[in-house]
C-alpha cells in the first residue's frame, strides 16, 4: 500500500543547548536552505518555547524562513504554563502543538488559533474528555 511520508525541518538542534552534545548544529540558515527540498512540509517542533517567547533571533528567522516559504511551523509547548510565555509562544507562530494533555491545555491551543493534536498513551488517557472540549 502507498504510504505518505511528511518531513519537517528540526527546529531545535541542538535542543538543548549548553546541555547535551547533538553531534551538530543547525543555524536558520541551515533551515532556510533545507525549507527548499522536495517533500518538506514545514519546521518540525519548535521546542524552544522560551527563545520563541523571548524573539530569541534564532527562533525568529527559523520562524519567518518557514512562513516566507509558505510552511507551517510545528508546536511542542511542553509547559504547563498558560499564561503570558504561552501566549508569547502562539503569537510566535506554532500552527499545531502535541504537548497538550488536559482538556485546558487543549481549549487554550485552540483559543490561540492553534490545532490542537490529542494524543493518547500510557501517561495521557483525557482524549475524550479534550475532544469534548
Known amino acids: 500500500l502507498p504510504v505518505n ?3 519537517q525541518v528540526p527546529s531545535c ?3 538543548a543547548p549548553g546541555l547535551e552534545n ?13 525549507l527548499a527540498w522536495p ?4 519546521l518540525g517542533e519548535m521546542m524552544n518555547f522560551p527563545g520563541v517567547a523571548a524573539n530569541d533571533s534564532k527562533m525568529v528567522a527559523e520562524i519567518a ?11 511542542h509547548y511542553a509547559s504547563p504554563d498558560l499564561g503570558r510565555a504561552f501566549h508569547a509562544y502562539a503569537a510566535g507562530g506554532p500552527a499545531d502543538d502535541h504537548e497538550g494533555t488536559t482538556v485546558e491545555d487543549a481549549i487554550a491551543r485552540v483559543r ?22
Open 65 to 75: 524562513a518557514t512562513r516566507a516559504a509558505g510552511l507551517t511551523v510545528g508546536g
Open 13 to 15: 538542534v541542538p535542543s
Open 5 to 7: 511520508i511528511f518531513v
Open 22 to 34: 547533538a553531534g551538530a548544529t543547525l543555524s536558520a540558515a541551515d533551515v532556510r536552505e533545507a
Open 112 to 133: 490561540q488559533g492553534m490545532r490542537s493534536m490529542l494524543r493518547l498513551g500510557s501517561a495521557w488517557f483525557d482524549v475524550a474528555a479534550q475532544v469534548k472540549a
Open 39 to 42: 517533500n518538506i512540509i514545514g
